[in-house]
């Protein structure tokens, strides 16, 4: 990939005719799906553009352009229209957090609302005089500067709009407030009997926790990519021409350097094995977690952690050219989802504004022209301004997502993006990662193998695994020791990097006996060194060559080996998940198809095929992966991805819902829409019946608001309506939607048609 100026933000792709490039630029202001159609069009109407999408929870737009759009001029475009931007840096980091500005002005209008709706109640009472004004003085001098700073969010908005000769759904919000307020403090200064500060301190505590909540859902789906970055190692030890070791940084680093890295570093570079042998966890590429052997001349890439011994690598990418910055780019790429009620939101902010101030113009004429007067004018045309503010339509998704984002919770599965919900409503087909995901991804040694291993041999094959960091030794320590089994005695330990460990074992009589704990396919010869270990096949015991390989029986075992005593070969198996079966079965009830895309070997995969009747693909890369998704996405199926791994990130940003285990790395949970925390694989069924009936609750919302609409602007036009009791309505409507959403507290039901567990 051929880098400009600007490295990460723009990049040349080949094609036929005029040269295509690729811009990102960063875009603060977008808050609404009003700014993403704006952005859009406004990039879209440059000539020598051909597309401009916009990843509104990243806040970025992507733009294809032909080379002789100049990225300048693409910046010049947004600034005309009053979203100033910057191309994106090198580094792919998370914008700041879009609900952290919200949280203070939300705050205080909700202490001022509350503390005016005090003071208001001794008017409602009856107070009248020199006690009503004391009450209207003292709600204006809490209401008027909370007013000024907590609606600085929709002032500032709404101003930046009018200032380039267009409006969105800030402006007549902006005005509504600014006249209901002004109006007010007029009634104040002039002993009127009425003053509405309580009416507008409502409103805008109703429109700030909408957008709050709203930010607080695309908040927790940002920092994917900043998490799988962080795989790579900061720097490396580079070995210079002449032996001297030094640390350099990782943007130091350059092709053809040679880095030295240790037992337990990871990589800060793609490159080779210049010199040494070692075994690498692989899973950012494969998802499988068993180490893979590496020897001169095998390829690694940044982010993999070294298990084995200290090795060399010569350099061949850094920076934005390794793999794990393209897996990086691919899920940066494919995570930008836009929702069918974004797209609902993005038509009603064109209408919105017009037909309001339309609606608030014609009832103050043709009440003045009736004969009204400009007080009672401009009273009724701030009902319609207020009654007629989308708090409920704007709370009908949001407060319906955080509703069952909590029930989910309490099932054991976290929401990260709260529009994920109507994706997952609509998934029909399922891919299942293997490891982690459809099993436990903890490979358990054999309890039968181990209930025969003699006490001797248990304390032997405990202390070598104690001694390694290798997976399968780390779970066989931990099988062993809850067995009650007691370490030997070693001297002389040592891990042979894709071999296995070695010691010297002193017995309770004292004797030396040579012990190793090693691959099943290396010889007893290699590892013993010829000192006469012997081989057999009785008692639980078995041949060390007798097994096939793993890769070929889809297992994994090691050899224990006492000189003098025949091999014991222990088998390990990762489990499927509890209740796989039940979850499975479940999900094709609600009509999604399952199938496992796994990157794990053939044999592995095929033997979880055959236990869970799943069709499979094996060997599949994140690219392979995510190609996998795009071609059933084509074919029109909606796809939810299941996966846990670094190399399935591309593909849970891919698919149309993703979900992760608990157990995920950083980068897989980040990279979902959902995480499961235990270890039921019920998850993924109870994810998808919440989404479908937090659709229906959405659908409902809708209905209510545009209801409520309906029935409450006549009446404001007709004047019955004063700016209170409008902003009591708005409120009514508002806390309708919500009692509405709270139904969606009560969990699924199950597969049996009783209530699933945890609901």
């Given at each position: 990939?051929?880098?400009?100026?600007v490295p990460?933000?723009?990049?040349?792709?080949?094609?036929?005719?005029p040269?295509?490039?690729?811009t990102?630029?960063?875009?603060?202001?977008?808050?609404?799906?009003?700014?993403?159609?704006?952005?859009?069009?406004?990039?879209?109407a440059?000539a020598?553009?051909?597309?401009?999408?916009?990843?509104?929870?990243?806040?970025q737009?992507?733009?294809?352009?032909?080379?002789?759009?100049?990225?300048?001029?693409?910046?010049?475009?947004?600034?005309?229209?009053?979203?100033?931007?910057?191309?994106?840096?090198?580094?792919?980091?998370?914008?700041?957090?879009?609900?952290?500005?919200?949280?203070?002005?939300?705050?205080?209008?909700?202490?001022?609302?509350?503390?005016?709706?005090?003071?208001?109640?001794?008017?409602?009472?009856?107070?009248?005089?020199?006690?009503?004004?004391?009450?209207?003085?003292?709600?204006?001098?809490?209401?008027?500067?909370?007013?000024?700073?907590s609606?600085r969010?929709?002032?500032?908005?709404?101003?930046?709009?009018?200032?380039?000769?267009r409006?969105?759904?800030?402006?007549?919000?902006?005005?509504?407030?600014?006249l209901?307020t002004?109006?007010?403090?007029?009634e104040?200064?002039?002993?009127?009997?009425?003053?509405?500060?309580?009416?507008?301190?409502?409103?805008?505590?109703?429109?700030?926790?909408?957008?709050?909540?709203?930010a607080?859902?695309?908040?927790?789906?940002?920092?994917?990519?900043?998490?799988?970055?962080?795989?790579?190692?900061?720097?490396?030890?580079?070995?210079?021409?002449?032996?001297?070791?030094?640390?350099?940084?990782?943007?130091?680093?350059?092709?053809?350097?040679?880095?030295?890295?240790?037992?337990?570093?990871?990589?800060?570079a793609?490159?080779?094995i210049?010199?040494?042998?070692?075994?690498?966890?692989?899973?950012?590429?494969?998802?499988?977690?068993?180490?893979?052997?590496?020897?001169?001349?095998?390829?690694?890439?940044?982010?993999?952690?070294?298990?084995?011994?200290?090795?060399?690598?010569?350099?061949?990418?850094?920076?934005?050219?390794?793999?794990?910055?393209?897996?990086?780019?691919l899920?940066?790429?494919?995570?930008?989802?836009?929702?069918?009620y974004?797209?609902?939101?993005?038509?009603?902010s064109?209408?919105?504004?017009?037909c309001?101030?339309?609606?608030a113009?014609?009832s103050?004429?043709?009440?003045?022209?009736?004969?009204?007067?400009?007080?009672?004018?401009?009273?009724?045309?701030?009902?319609?301004?207020?009654?007629?503010?989308?708090c409920?339509?704007?709370?009908?998704?949001?407060?319906?997502?955080?509703?069952?984002?909590?029930?989910?919770m309490?099932?054991?599965?976290?929401?990260?993006?709260?529009?994920?919900?109507?994706?997952?409503?609509?998934?029909?087909?399922?891919?299942?990662?293997?490891?982690?995901?459809?099993?436990?991804g903890?490979?358990?040694?054999?309890?039968?193998?181990?209930?025969?291993?003699?006490?001797?041999?248990?304390?032997?094959a405990?202390?070598?695994?104690?001694?390694?960091?290798h997976?399968?030794?780390?779970?066989l320590?931990?099988?062993?020791?809850?067995?009650?089994a007691?370490?030997?005695?070693?001297?002389?330990?040592?891990?042979?990097?894709?071999?296995?460990?070695?010691?010297?074992?002193?017995?309770?009589?004292?004797?030396?006996?040579?012990?190793?704990?090693?691959?099943?396919?290396?010889?007893?010869?290699?590892?013993?060194?010829?000192?006469?270990?012997?081989n057999?096949?009785?008692?639980?015991?078995?041949?060390?060559?007798?097994?096939?390989?793993?890769?070929?029986?889809?297992?994994?075992?090691?050899?224990?080996?006492?000189?003098?005593?025949?091999?014991?070969?222990?088998?390990?198996a990762?489990?499927?998940?509890?209740?796989?079966?039940?979850?499975?079965g479940?999900?094709?009830?609600?009509?999604?198809?399952?199938?496992?895309?796994?990157?794990?070997?053939?044999?592995a995969?095929?033997?979880?095929?055959?236990?869970?009747g799943?069709?499979a693909?094996?060997?599949?890369?994140?690219?392979?992966k995510?190609?996998?998704?795009?071609?059933?996405?084509?074919?029109g199926?909606?796809v939810?991805?299941?996966?846990?791994?670094?190399?399935?990130g591309?593909?849970?940003?891919?698919?149309?819902?993703s979900i992760?285990?608990?157990?995920?790395s950083?980068?897989?949970?980040?990279?979902?829409?959902?995480?499961?925390?235990?270890?039921?694989?019920?998850?993924?069924?109870?994810?998808?019946?919440?989404?479908?009936a937090?659709?229906r609750?959405?659908?409902?919302?809708?209905?209510?608001a545009?209801?409520?609409?309906?029935?409450?602007?006549?009446?404001?036009?007709?004047g019955?309506?004063?700016?209170?009791?409008?902003?009591?309505?708005?409120?009514s409507?508002?806390?309708?939607v919500?009692?509405?959403?709270?139904?969606?507290?009560?969990?699924p039901?199950g597969?049996?048609?009783?209530?699933?567990?945890?609901?």
């Amino acid at each position: 990939m051929a880098q400009s100026a600007v490295p990460a933000a723009k990049t040349t792709a080949p094609a036929a005719g005029p040269a295509v490039e690729t811009t990102v630029l960063v875009v603060p202001g977008m808050h609404c799906a009003g700014c993403m159609g704006k952005v859009e069009k406004g990039l879209a109407a440059i000539a020598g553009v051909r597309a401009a999408r916009v990843n509104l929870t990243a806040r970025q737009v992507r733009v294809e352009h032909d080379a002789t759009v100049t990225v300048p001029a693409l910046v010049e475009a947004l600034s005309r229209i009053g979203f100033p931007a910057q191309p994106r840096g090198p580094e792919l980091a998370a914008p700041p957090s879009a609900v952290r500005p919200l949280l203070a002005p939300l705050g205080v209008a909700a202490f001022a609302a509350m503390n005016v709706m005090l003071l208001s109640v001794s008017i409602w009472s009856g107070a009248d005089g020199a006690t009503r004004d004391l009450f209207h003085w003292l709600s204006a001098l809490i209401g008027v500067p909370a007013v000024v700073y907590s609606g600085r969010v929709f002032f500032a908005s709404a101003w930046g709009a009018l200032k380039r000769g267009r409006t969105n759904m800030d402006v007549p919000i902006s005005i509504g407030v600014s006249l209901a307020t002004g109006l007010s403090f007029y009634e104040t200064l002039t002993h009127g009997h009425e003053a509405w500060f309580d009416g507008t301190l409502m409103l805008l505590l109703f429109l700030l926790a909408g957008r709050a909540l709203d930010a607080m859902m695309r908040d927790r789906a940002r920092t994917g990519v900043d998490a799988l970055l962080r795989q790579a190692a900061p720097g490396a030890m580079v070995v210079a021409a002449n032996g001297a070791v030094e640390w350099l940084a990782a943007a130091d680093l350059v092709p053809g350097m040679v880095m030295r890295v240790a037992t337990g570093e990871r990589l800060a570079a793609d490159g080779t094995i210049a010199a040494g042998a070692s075994s690498f966890d692989r899973s950012l590429l494969t998802g499988e977690s068993a180490p893979v052997p590496t020897i001169p001349g095998d390829a690694v890439v940044a982010g993999m952690l070294n298990l084995g011994g200290p090795v060399d690598v010569t350099v061949t990418a850094t920076g934005q050219d390794t793999s794990l910055a393209e897996i990086a780019r691919l899920m940066e790429s494919a995570g930008q989802h836009r929702s069918a009620y974004v797209r609902i939101a993005d038509r009603a902010s064109r209408l919105y504004a017009p037909c309001v101030h339309t609606l608030a113009l014609a009832s103050f004429i043709g009440w003045m022209a009736a004969g009204a007067g400009w007080h009672q004018s401009l009273v009724i045309a701030i009902a319609v301004l207020i009654i007629t503010c989308p708090c409920a339509l704007g709370l009908a998704v949001p407060v319906a997502q955080v509703v069952a984002a909590g029930a989910l919770m309490r099932l054991g599965v976290m929401v990260k993006d709260g529009s994920a919900l109507e994706r997952m409503a609509k998934v029909d087909r399922a891919l299942i990662d293997k490891t982690g995901t459809l099993t436990m991804g903890r490979p358990l040694p054999d309890p039968a193998v181990l209930s025969r291993l003699p006490a001797d041999a248990a304390g032997v094959a405990l202390a070598l695994a104690s001694h390694s960091r290798h997976p399968l030794s780390r779970a066989l320590v931990e099988a062993l020791a809850g067995k009650g089994a007691r370490a030997a005695e070693l001297t002389d330990v040592r891990e042979v990097p894709g071999e296995g460990m070695r010691a010297v074992w002193h017995d309770r009589l004292g004797r030396a006996t040579r012990v190793a704990l090693r691959r099943p396919e290396i010889s007893v010869a290699h590892v013993s060194g010829g000192n006469g270990m012997a081989n057999g096949n009785g008692n639980g015991h078995a041949a060390p060559a007798a097994p096939a390989a793993p890769a070929e029986a889809g297992g994994m075992s090691c050899v224990l080996d006492i000189a003098g005593h025949a091999a014991w070969l222990i088998p390990f198996a990762d489990r499927l998940r509890p209740d796989a079966a039940e979850a499975l079965g479940w999900l094709a009830r609600q009509n999604v198809e399952s199938s496992i895309l796994s990157g794990d070997n053939i044999g592995a995969v095929a033997e979880v095929a055959r236990r869970t009747g799943l069709t499979a693909q094996s060997c599949a890369s994140p690219t392979d992966k995510q190609e996998a998704i795009t071609r059933l996405q084509a074919g029109g199926r909606q796809v939810m991805m299941a996966g846990d791994g670094l190399n399935d990130g591309p593909a849970l940003s891919a698919a149309n819902a993703s979900i992760a285990p608990g157990t995920a790395s950083d980068v897989g949970r980040q990279a979902a829409d959902f995480v499961f925390l235990g270890d039921s694989l019920l998850a993924l069924p109870r994810a998808v019946a919440v989404s479908r009936a937090t659709m229906r609750v959405v659908r409902q919302n809708f209905a209510l608001a545009i209801g409520y609409n309906a029935l409450a602007v006549p009446l404001a036009i007709a004047g019955k309506v004063t700016p209170l009791l409008a902003a009591v309505a708005m409120s009514s409507s508002s806390l309708l939607v919500i009692a509405n959403s709270l139904r969606l507290a009560i969990g699924p039901r199950g597969p049996a048609g009783a209530e699933g567990k945890g609901a």
